[in-house]
Each structure stands twice: as C-alpha cells, then as structure tokens.
C-alpha cells in the first residue's frame, strides 16, 4: 500500500499562488508516477499535472497549464505542485495520486489517492 498526504490548500485572492505538497510512504517503490488532479463540485475529477518518479519527466492538463509547475524531491517522497495566477474558477479539492503505469492523465489509471486539500480563490 502507499500512503498519500495533501497539504498546502487555503484560501487565496485571485492572482495569488499556493503550494500544495503530498508526501507518500509505504510502498513507494511500487509507483512510478505522480499526479494532481482537482474536482470541483458538480464537474469531474480532471487532470492537473503528474510527473515521474525516477526521470522528472512531467505532463500538464489544460487547466493550469502555464500558471503551475510539478516537481519532486525523491529524498523526502514528496511531489510538490506550485500554482500561481489562481483565479477563482480554480477552487476545487485537490488530489494527489499514484500509479505504476506510465504517465497518463486519466484518473481511472491511479491506484492511490490522498484524502484531497481544498483550495478556494477568491474574486
């Protein structure tokens, strides 16, 4: 099993940035990669960011394309997902999930999720 923590939600003004961070533990060698995904209420769980482990490689949904960066520190098990820019139609909960497949956008594809940190951006 592995084990997903979210942290870093809030509250924020439009324009303004967060982090969020999920540190995983447990079986975190079976992963090979890391993905945010963001649910609104009334809409669909929807891709955000995911990165790999080992290489680094990353991946964006159209969502935040442009206004967020994934990264890594494999020392401390931990993704990291900045976000700037943030406008109110970007208040959703946001999950932190893992998979051994290859990098895809698909919620479906993820074995693991956290218990999700919500993020609210006010206008």
């Known amino acids: 099993q592995v084990q997903l923590v979210e942290s870093g939600g809030g509250l924020v003004q439009a324009g303004g940035s967060l982090r969020l961070s999920c540190a995983a533990s447990?079986?975190?060698?079976?992963?090979?990669?890391m993905g945010w995904f963001r649910q609104a209420p009334g809409k669909e769980r929807e891709f955000v960011a995911g990165i790999h482990w080992s290489g680094g490689n990353t991946r964006y949904g159209d969502s935040l394309k442009g206004r967020s960066t994934i990264s890594r520190d494999i020392t401390k098990n931990t993704v990291y997902l900045q976000m700037n820019s943030l406008k109110p139609e970007d208040t959703a909960v946001y999950y932190c999930?893992?998979?051994?497949?290859?990098?895809?956008?698909?919620?479906?594809?993820?074995?693991?999720w956290g218990q999700g940190t919500q993020v609210t951006v006010s206008s």
């Open positions: 447990g079986r975190t060698f079976s992963t090979n990669v």
């Open positions: 999930a893992a998979t051994n497949r290859l990098l895809t956008t698909a919620a479906r594809n993820y074995d693991y």
